[in-house]
């Protein structure tokens, strides 16, 4: 070797650390990024699937299904199109949920998408916004009706999440914006929301019950929110099974394949969420009440599915009710609470 060649070698900044000395092979370059840290310019899919719960989406579509099916009107493009509709402005309440309460998540909850710094708050609200904003062109596309239950349904939205979700009003705000989602599908696919009104309270009491408990979920709570939500569960298994004067299913519909297809859904919505609410009463921890709260929330698919039938469309609760083991699946991965 030439005394240039060695020269250069003993210079190269490649080889030696600013010392001058040989660099340790078992220390990290500075200058080579840490894999641990995650690179701010990608998106991080994982903390946005937990942001906007992924697994909860799927109890979306079947209220503008039981919402057509309490209208008496076979699904169509306009149906598709609420179902969309209704996907985007549920999104855009998770994203604008946790923007709202990243204070409160920085101190109970750090490991959630805002406080730990894997998605920023700007790019949350930016998404609510969004999302709210493609939730009302979509209504707009399924017709006027169906915009006219959109837009009072975005409102639910945001004002629950920026005004009414700490206060006592908290809990009936999103009841209704579960009812107004069923009355969308009811008003996109035939326009006649006044037969859509039953189911939608029904939906919407399932809905009051689940809030109320989940408003405990991060502390020690008492056990009069599971024993009510219990008691609920109860009467809405025993009206789904008694339907109110002048509330029936259209003759072509099979009424009797309908209502043996009610009880069965019925039987599984009660079963989906007693377990978990009684447990949760016995020993109103945070893990059991958060167990409790995703159980509800998965509840919702076999209520909708029943609610469906008892409107006569068993194909649209039988099609609704595959929707619940992929759910189940998801929720396995990502937490819907």
């Known amino acids: 070797m030439s005394g240039g060649e060695a020269g250069h070698q003993v210079g190269d900044p490649a080889s030696t650390t600013a010392q001058g000395r040989t660099p340790d092979p078992c220390t990290p370059d500075p200058r080579t990024p840490d894999p641990r840290i995650p690179d701010p310019r990608i998106p991080d899919l994982r903390a946005w699937a937990e942001l906007l719960r992924l697994p909860a989406l799927f109890t979306v579509p079947g209220d503008a299904l039981a919402g057509a099916a309490a209208a008496s009107a076979r699904p169509d493009r306009r149906t598709v199109l609420a179902i969309a509709s209704s996907l985007c402005l549920y999104e855009a309440g998770m994203a604008l949920n946790d923007w709202a309460d990243r204070a409160e998540d920085a101190a109970e909850r750090p490991h959630r998408p805002l406080p730990s710094g894997r998605v920023r708050p700007a790019a949350a609200l930016g998404a609510a916004c969004a999302l709210t904003a493609a939730g009302l062109a979509l209504a707009a596309r399924a017709g006027r009706p169906a915009l006219t239950v959109a837009a009072p349904l975005a409102a639910t939205v945001w004002s629950y999440d920026l005004v009414l979700k700490g206060t006592p009003a908290g809990p009936f705000a999103m009841a209704a914006a579960r009812g107004l989602d069923l009355l969308l599908g009811a008003a996109a696919t035939g326009g006649r929301i006044g037969r859509a009104l039953p189911s939608a309270a029904l939906l919407s009491t399932h809905t009051l019950a689940v809030t109320t408990v989940s408003r405990q979920e991060t502390r020690d709570g008492t056990p009069a929110a599971p024993l009510a939500a219990l008691a609920t569960t109860g009467a809405l298994t025993w009206l ?98």
């Open 240 to 337: 789904l099974h008694h339907r109110p004067p002048g509330d029936r299913p259209s003759p072509r519909r099979r009424p009797g394949l309908a209502a043996a297809t009610t009880k069965a859904l019925t039987a599984a919505y009660a079963a989906t969420v007693a377990r978990p609410y009684l447990h949760a009463a016995l020993n109103p921890s945070p893990p059991l009440t958060q167990r409790a709260v995703g159980a509800g929330v998965r509840a919702t698919i076999p209520l909708q599915c029943a609610l469906a039938a008892r409107s006569g469309a068993v194909a649209t609760a039988l099609l609704t009710a595959a929707l619940a083991p992929v759910a189940q699946r998801f929720a396995k991965r990502v937490s819907v609470t």
